[in-house]
Protein backbone atom coordinates (compact mmCIF):
# COMPACT_ATOMS: atom_id res chain seq x y z
CA UNK A 1 0.00 0.00 0.00
CA UNK A 2 1.44 3.57 -1.01
CA UNK A 3 1.89 5.93 1.61
CA UNK A 4 1.42 9.65 1.29
CA UNK A 5 4.27 12.08 1.08
CA UNK A 6 3.25 13.25 4.14
CA UNK A 7 3.29 10.19 5.71
CA UNK A 8 6.66 9.38 3.61
CA UNK A 9 8.18 12.66 5.16
CA UNK A 10 6.96 11.62 8.40
CA UNK A 11 8.83 8.74 8.19
CA UNK A 12 12.18 9.98 7.60
CA UNK A 13 11.82 12.67 10.75
CA UNK A 14 11.17 9.71 12.95
CA UNK A 15 13.63 7.36 11.17
CA UNK A 16 16.59 10.39 11.67
CA UNK A 17 15.72 10.78 15.13
CA UNK A 18 15.94 7.06 15.87
CA UNK A 19 19.10 6.29 14.16
CA UNK A 20 20.35 9.50 15.48
CA UNK A 21 19.54 9.41 19.33
CA UNK A 22 18.33 5.60 20.02
CA UNK A 23 20.28 3.11 17.51
CA UNK A 24 23.79 4.24 19.67
CA UNK A 25 23.12 3.07 22.46
CA UNK A 26 20.54 0.21 22.34
CA UNK A 27 22.91 -2.52 22.31
CA UNK A 28 24.40 -0.59 26.07
CA UNK A 29 20.86 -0.02 27.45
CA UNK A 30 19.56 -3.65 26.45
CA UNK A 31 22.54 -5.33 28.11
CA UNK A 32 22.18 -3.06 30.96
CA UNK A 33 18.00 -3.43 31.31
CA UNK A 34 18.47 0.35 30.92
CA UNK A 35 15.28 2.82 30.77
CA UNK A 36 15.99 5.97 28.59
CA UNK A 37 13.87 7.95 30.55
CA UNK A 38 15.85 11.64 28.86
CA UNK A 39 15.07 10.04 25.22
CA UNK A 40 11.35 9.11 26.05
CA UNK A 41 10.85 13.20 26.92
CA UNK A 42 12.87 13.39 23.77
CA UNK A 43 10.20 11.33 21.99
CA UNK A 44 7.41 13.52 23.18
CA UNK A 45 9.34 16.80 22.52
CA UNK A 46 9.12 15.09 18.77
CA UNK A 47 5.26 14.71 18.95
CA UNK A 48 5.40 11.17 19.15
CA UNK A 49 2.94 10.55 21.98
CA UNK A 50 0.45 12.83 20.62
CA UNK A 51 0.18 12.12 16.80
CA UNK A 52 -3.58 10.76 17.51
CA UNK A 53 -4.56 13.24 20.11
CA UNK A 54 -6.61 16.25 19.91
CA UNK A 55 -4.93 19.78 19.80
CA UNK A 56 -6.96 20.85 22.90
CA UNK A 57 -4.91 18.66 25.19
CA UNK A 58 -1.54 19.09 23.31
CA UNK A 59 -1.55 16.64 20.66
CA UNK A 60 -0.94 17.37 16.90
CA UNK A 61 -4.60 15.75 15.55
CA UNK A 62 -3.46 13.69 13.35
CA UNK A 63 -4.13 9.86 12.09
CA UNK A 64 -3.46 6.41 12.80
CA UNK A 65 -1.68 5.40 10.45
CA UNK A 66 1.26 8.27 11.60
CA UNK A 67 1.10 6.64 15.03
CA UNK A 68 1.80 3.29 13.30
CA UNK A 69 4.73 4.97 10.98
CA UNK A 70 6.46 6.04 13.78
CA UNK A 71 6.39 2.91 15.76
CA UNK A 72 7.68 0.51 12.74
CA UNK A 73 10.56 3.31 12.29
CA UNK A 74 11.32 2.86 16.46
CA UNK A 75 10.81 -1.02 15.96
CA UNK A 76 13.34 -0.86 12.95
CA UNK A 77 16.01 0.30 15.56
CA UNK A 78 14.84 -1.34 18.51
CA UNK A 79 11.63 -3.08 19.42
CA UNK A 80 11.58 -2.17 23.54
CA UNK A 81 11.53 1.48 21.95
CA UNK A 82 8.98 1.10 19.78
CA UNK A 83 6.34 -0.98 22.47
CA UNK A 84 7.07 2.12 24.38
CA UNK A 85 5.50 4.39 22.16
CA UNK A 86 2.73 1.56 21.35
CA UNK A 87 1.68 1.15 24.97
CA UNK A 88 1.85 4.69 26.25
CA UNK A 89 -0.29 5.55 23.32
CA UNK A 90 -2.41 2.74 22.83
CA UNK A 91 -2.82 1.47 26.55
CA UNK A 92 -1.85 4.43 28.39
CA UNK A 93 -3.56 7.49 26.77
CA UNK A 94 -6.07 5.88 24.75
CA UNK A 95 -8.26 4.53 27.70
CA UNK A 96 -8.51 7.98 29.10
CA UNK A 97 -9.05 9.72 25.82
CA UNK A 98 -11.67 7.33 24.38
CA UNK A 99 -13.61 6.93 27.72
CA UNK A 100 -12.83 9.88 30.20
CA UNK A 101 -14.84 12.11 31.18
CA UNK A 102 -13.92 16.07 30.26
CA UNK A 103 -12.39 16.53 33.50
CA UNK A 104 -10.37 13.26 33.69
CA UNK A 105 -9.18 14.32 30.26
CA UNK A 106 -8.01 17.96 31.03
CA UNK A 107 -6.45 16.41 34.37
CA UNK A 108 -4.30 13.61 33.24
CA UNK A 109 -4.04 14.05 29.62
CA UNK A 110 -1.87 17.06 28.76
CA UNK A 111 1.43 14.89 30.58
CA UNK A 112 0.71 12.01 28.89
CA UNK A 113 0.67 13.62 25.46
CA UNK A 114 3.71 15.60 25.70
CA UNK A 115 5.67 13.05 27.10
CA UNK A 116 6.41 14.10 30.32
CA UNK A 117 5.00 11.32 31.93
CA UNK A 118 3.28 7.83 31.19
CA UNK A 119 0.48 5.50 31.97
CA UNK A 120 -0.08 1.86 32.11
CA UNK A 121 -3.23 -0.34 31.52
CA UNK A 122 -3.55 -3.46 33.94
CA UNK A 123 -5.55 -6.05 33.00
CA UNK A 124 -3.68 -9.10 32.69
CA UNK A 125 -3.69 -11.49 36.23
CA UNK A 126 -2.02 -14.53 36.87
CA UNK A 127 -5.66 -16.45 35.97
CA UNK A 128 -7.08 -13.40 34.09
CA UNK A 129 -6.76 -11.60 30.59
CA UNK A 130 -9.17 -12.69 27.92
CA UNK A 131 -11.14 -14.23 30.72
CA UNK A 132 -12.36 -11.50 31.99
CA UNK A 133 -14.77 -13.61 34.48
CA UNK A 134 -11.21 -14.83 36.12
CA UNK A 135 -10.29 -11.04 37.35
CA UNK A 136 -9.64 -11.20 41.09
CA UNK A 137 -8.43 -8.02 41.59
CA UNK A 138 -11.57 -5.94 43.28
CA UNK A 139 -12.75 -2.51 44.25
CA UNK A 140 -15.46 -1.65 46.99
CA UNK A 141 -16.97 2.31 46.49
CA UNK A 142 -16.49 2.97 50.22
CA UNK A 143 -18.71 6.19 50.66
CA UNK A 144 -16.77 8.81 47.90
CA UNK A 145 -13.60 6.44 47.70
CA UNK A 146 -12.70 3.30 45.66
CA UNK A 147 -11.28 0.56 47.94
CA UNK A 148 -8.89 -1.71 45.41
CA UNK A 149 -7.15 -5.12 46.38
CA UNK A 150 -5.29 -7.31 44.19
CA UNK A 151 -2.61 -7.70 42.17
CA UNK A 152 -1.74 -7.19 37.93
CA UNK A 153 1.49 -8.84 35.95
CA UNK A 154 3.08 -8.27 32.96
CA UNK A 155 2.12 -4.14 33.24
CA UNK A 156 4.36 -2.11 30.64
CA UNK A 157 5.50 1.44 31.48
CA UNK A 158 4.41 0.99 35.13
CA UNK A 159 7.31 1.66 36.96
CA UNK A 160 9.59 4.02 35.29
CA UNK A 161 10.29 7.15 37.18
CA UNK A 162 7.72 8.87 35.21
CA UNK A 163 5.03 6.69 35.69
CA UNK A 164 1.61 8.99 36.41
CA UNK A 165 -0.70 6.76 36.43
CA UNK A 166 -2.04 3.00 35.74
CA UNK A 167 -5.27 1.87 35.16
CA UNK A 168 -6.55 -1.41 36.44
CA UNK A 169 -9.79 -3.41 35.79
CA UNK A 170 -11.64 -4.92 38.62
CA UNK A 171 -14.45 -6.35 39.92
CA UNK A 172 -16.60 -3.98 41.41
CA UNK A 173 -19.43 -6.13 41.97
CA UNK A 174 -21.84 -8.88 40.48
CA UNK A 175 -25.08 -9.05 38.11
CA UNK A 176 -27.75 -10.95 38.76
CA UNK A 177 -26.63 -14.19 37.36
CA UNK A 178 -23.28 -13.87 39.88
CA UNK A 179 -21.35 -12.85 36.76
CA UNK A 180 -18.62 -10.69 37.60
CA UNK A 181 -18.57 -7.17 36.97
CA UNK A 182 -15.43 -5.84 35.60
CA UNK A 183 -14.99 -1.81 36.04
CA UNK A 184 -11.87 0.31 35.32
CA UNK A 185 -10.15 2.20 37.44
CA UNK A 186 -7.41 4.78 37.43
CA UNK A 187 -4.82 4.42 40.36
CA UNK A 188 -2.23 7.38 40.77
CA UNK A 189 1.48 6.26 41.34
CA UNK A 190 2.40 6.71 44.84
CA UNK A 191 -0.91 5.41 46.07
CA UNK A 192 -1.09 4.06 49.59
CA UNK A 193 -0.97 0.37 49.34
CA UNK A 194 0.14 0.39 45.40
CA UNK A 195 3.15 -1.23 44.86
CA UNK A 196 5.08 -1.72 42.31
CA UNK A 197 6.70 -5.38 41.92
CA UNK A 198 10.36 -5.64 41.14
CA UNK A 199 11.08 -5.44 37.20
CA UNK A 200 10.92 -8.82 35.39
CA UNK A 201 13.91 -10.60 34.19
CA UNK A 202 12.82 -11.14 30.58
CA UNK A 203 13.77 -12.80 27.66
CA UNK A 204 13.37 -9.89 25.46
CA UNK A 205 12.29 -5.90 25.25
CA UNK A 206 14.99 -5.80 28.14
CA UNK A 207 14.83 -1.78 27.78
CA UNK A 208 11.08 -1.91 28.11
CA UNK A 209 9.51 -1.15 31.35
CA UNK A 210 7.50 -4.05 32.99
CA UNK A 211 6.49 -5.11 36.80
CA UNK A 212 3.62 -7.18 37.99
CA UNK A 213 1.56 -4.85 40.52
CA UNK A 214 0.08 -5.39 44.10
CA UNK A 215 -3.18 -3.32 45.34
CA UNK A 216 -3.45 -3.73 49.20
CA UNK A 217 -6.70 -1.33 50.23
CA UNK A 218 -5.46 0.86 48.16
CA UNK A 219 -7.75 4.02 48.17
CA UNK A 220 -8.97 6.64 45.34
CA UNK A 221 -12.08 8.85 44.78
CA UNK A 222 -15.10 8.30 42.76
CA UNK A 223 -14.49 9.99 40.32
CA UNK A 224 -11.10 7.62 39.22
CA UNK A 225 -13.29 5.35 37.87
CA UNK A 226 -12.76 5.04 33.68
CA UNK A 227 -16.21 5.22 31.63
CA UNK A 228 -19.72 3.33 33.03
CA UNK A 229 -19.14 0.77 36.23
CA UNK A 230 -19.60 -2.51 34.43
CA UNK A 231 -18.00 -1.89 31.11
CA UNK A 232 -14.32 -2.25 32.09
CA UNK A 233 -13.64 -5.35 29.55
CA UNK A 234 -15.62 -3.76 27.13
CA UNK A 235 -13.49 -1.13 27.29
CA UNK A 236 -10.59 -3.01 26.84
CA UNK A 237 -11.90 -4.91 24.33
CA UNK A 238 -12.67 -1.64 22.21
CA UNK A 239 -9.31 -0.34 22.17
CA UNK A 240 -7.99 -3.32 21.58
CA UNK A 241 -8.27 -3.23 17.94
CA UNK A 242 -5.95 -0.75 17.36
CA UNK A 243 -3.26 -2.45 19.48
CA UNK A 244 -3.24 -5.09 17.30
CA UNK A 245 -2.61 -3.30 14.12
CA UNK A 246 0.00 -1.49 16.58
CA UNK A 247 1.88 -4.52 17.48
CA UNK A 248 1.80 -5.54 13.75
CA UNK A 249 3.17 -2.29 13.11
CA UNK A 250 6.17 -2.94 15.58
CA UNK A 251 6.36 -6.70 13.72
CA UNK A 252 7.01 -4.51 10.68
CA UNK A 253 9.74 -2.79 11.83
CA UNK A 254 11.52 -5.79 13.30
CA UNK A 255 11.51 -7.61 9.39
CA UNK A 256 12.82 -4.52 7.76
CA UNK A 257 15.71 -4.50 10.34
CA UNK A 258 16.42 -7.96 9.63
CA UNK A 259 15.94 -7.25 6.13
CA UNK A 260 18.43 -4.37 5.85
CA UNK A 261 20.95 -6.16 8.33
CA UNK A 262 21.16 -9.07 5.68
CA UNK A 263 21.05 -7.78 3.17
CA UNK A 264 24.43 -5.55 4.42
CA UNK A 265 26.13 -8.69 5.88
CA UNK A 266 25.81 -10.75 2.71
CA UNK A 267 27.62 -8.31 0.15
CA UNK A 268 30.25 -8.28 2.83
CA UNK A 269 30.63 -11.56 4.15
CA UNK A 270 32.86 -13.61 1.61
CA UNK A 271 32.98 -17.65 1.22
CA UNK A 272 35.10 -19.41 -1.45
CA UNK A 273 35.89 -16.19 -2.69
CA UNK A 274 32.24 -15.30 -3.34
CA UNK A 275 30.10 -12.78 -1.26
CA UNK A 276 27.47 -15.06 0.51
CA UNK A 277 24.68 -13.49 -1.02
CA UNK A 278 25.52 -15.24 -4.36
CA UNK A 279 24.38 -18.39 -3.12
CA UNK A 280 20.93 -19.35 -4.02
CA UNK A 281 20.47 -20.51 -0.68
CA UNK A 282 21.17 -17.27 1.21
CA UNK A 283 19.90 -15.17 -1.68
CA UNK A 284 16.45 -17.07 -1.71
CA UNK A 285 15.81 -17.04 2.20
CA UNK A 286 16.68 -13.06 2.37
CA UNK A 287 13.94 -12.91 -1.15
CA UNK A 288 11.45 -14.62 1.29
CA UNK A 289 12.60 -11.61 4.31
CA UNK A 290 11.59 -8.80 1.51
CA UNK A 291 8.20 -10.97 0.49
CA UNK A 292 7.10 -11.13 3.93
CA UNK A 293 8.05 -7.12 4.47
CA UNK A 294 5.49 -6.23 1.67
CA UNK A 295 2.54 -8.36 2.81
CA UNK A 296 3.46 -6.97 6.06
CA UNK A 297 3.42 -3.45 5.90
CA UNK A 298 0.29 -3.68 3.30
CA UNK A 299 -1.96 -5.17 5.64
CA UNK A 300 -0.75 -3.25 8.58
CA UNK A 301 -1.68 0.10 6.68
CA UNK A 302 -4.53 -1.38 5.17
CA UNK A 303 -6.00 -1.68 8.49
CA UNK A 304 -4.71 1.44 9.37
CA UNK A 305 -6.34 2.63 6.44
CA UNK A 306 -9.65 1.37 8.07
CA UNK A 307 -9.04 2.91 10.97
CA UNK A 308 -8.72 6.12 9.59
CA UNK A 309 -11.81 5.95 7.48
CA UNK A 310 -13.67 5.36 10.63
CA UNK A 311 -14.89 1.67 9.61
CA UNK A 312 -15.53 -0.38 13.25
CA UNK A 313 -16.80 -3.72 13.75
CA UNK A 314 -16.13 -6.35 12.40
CA UNK A 315 -14.75 -5.25 9.18
CA UNK A 316 -12.06 -3.72 11.04
CA UNK A 317 -11.80 -6.21 13.73
CA UNK A 318 -10.95 -8.77 10.70
CA UNK A 319 -8.54 -6.40 9.14
CA UNK A 320 -6.42 -5.80 12.36
CA UNK A 321 -6.32 -9.68 13.41
CA UNK A 322 -5.08 -10.72 9.95
CA UNK A 323 -2.94 -8.14 10.12
CA UNK A 324 -1.40 -8.94 13.52
CA UNK A 325 -1.46 -12.30 12.79
CA UNK A 326 0.82 -12.41 9.58
CA UNK A 327 2.86 -9.87 10.70
CA UNK A 328 4.14 -11.00 14.02
CA UNK A 329 4.43 -14.76 12.94
CA UNK A 330 6.45 -13.27 9.86
CA UNK A 331 8.56 -11.18 12.45
CA UNK A 332 9.58 -14.10 14.26
CA UNK A 333 10.21 -16.19 11.20
CA UNK A 334 12.21 -13.24 9.92
CA UNK A 335 14.49 -13.37 13.21
CA UNK A 336 15.43 -16.78 12.72
CA UNK A 337 16.14 -16.41 9.14
CA UNK A 338 18.75 -13.31 9.89
CA UNK A 339 20.12 -15.24 12.73
CA UNK A 340 20.85 -18.63 10.35
CA UNK A 341 22.31 -15.91 7.70
CA UNK A 342 24.80 -14.53 9.99
CA UNK A 343 25.66 -17.87 10.89
CA UNK A 344 27.77 -18.06 14.11
CA UNK A 345 27.91 -14.62 13.79
CA UNK A 346 23.69 -14.16 15.08
CA UNK A 347 24.54 -15.96 18.01
CA UNK A 348 26.61 -13.40 19.38
CA UNK A 349 24.99 -10.51 21.70
CA UNK A 350 27.23 -8.24 19.41
CA UNK A 351 25.39 -8.17 16.53
CA UNK A 352 21.71 -6.74 16.04
CA UNK A 353 20.06 -9.64 14.87
CA UNK A 354 20.49 -11.45 18.61
CA UNK A 355 18.33 -8.88 19.67
CA UNK A 356 15.68 -8.79 17.64
CA UNK A 357 15.50 -12.87 17.63
CA UNK A 358 14.95 -12.25 21.48
CA UNK A 359 12.58 -9.39 21.06
CA UNK A 360 10.31 -10.95 18.16
CA UNK A 361 8.64 -13.62 20.51
CA UNK A 362 6.68 -11.66 22.90
CA UNK A 363 5.05 -10.58 19.35
CA UNK A 364 3.33 -13.49 18.81
CA UNK A 365 1.85 -13.29 22.46
CA UNK A 366 0.69 -9.07 23.54
CA UNK A 367 -2.14 -7.77 23.15
CA UNK A 368 -3.74 -11.11 21.88
CA UNK A 369 -1.87 -14.38 21.07
CA UNK A 370 -1.83 -15.98 17.30
CA UNK A 371 -4.71 -18.47 18.80
CA UNK A 372 -6.41 -15.64 19.50
CA UNK A 373 -6.14 -14.07 16.35
CA UNK A 374 -7.06 -17.12 14.73
CA UNK A 375 -10.23 -17.40 17.14
CA UNK A 376 -11.24 -14.03 16.11
CA UNK A 377 -10.61 -15.04 12.16
CA UNK A 378 -12.45 -17.61 12.03
CA UNK A 379 -15.36 -15.90 14.59
CA UNK A 380 -15.75 -13.51 11.37
CA UNK A 381 -15.94 -16.38 8.83
CA UNK A 382 -18.90 -17.44 10.52
CA UNK A 383 -17.61 -20.68 11.95
CA UNK A 384 -18.80 -21.36 15.46
CA UNK A 385 -15.54 -21.11 17.08
CA UNK A 386 -15.55 -21.67 21.05
Known amino acids: MQ ?5 ESFRRTVREFAEAEIAPHVAKWDRDHHFPVDVVQAMGELGLFGITAPEEYGGADGDFTSLCVAIEELG ?7 ITLE ?3 GLG ?8 TDEQKQRWLPDLVAGRAL ?3 GLTEAGAGSDAGATRTKAVLDADEWVVDGSKQFITNSGTEITSLVTVTARTGEDADGKAEISTIVIPSGASGFTVEPAYDKLGWHISDTHPLSFSGVRVPADHLLGDRGRGFAQF ?4 DDGRVAIAALAVGCIQACLDACLTYAGERE ?23 E ?10 ALKDEGVTGSAFKQAAAIAKLYATESAVTATRIATQVFGGYGFMEEYPVARFYRDAKILEIGEGTSEVQRMVIARGLGLPVE
Open 295 to 304: ASRALVYQAA
Open 119 to 121: AGF
Open 87 to 89: AAV
Open 93 to 100: INPILTFG
Open 76 to 82: RVDQSIG
Open 237 to 240: LAIL
Open 3 to 7: LSREH
Open 271 to 293: TFGKPIGAKQGVAFQISDLKVML
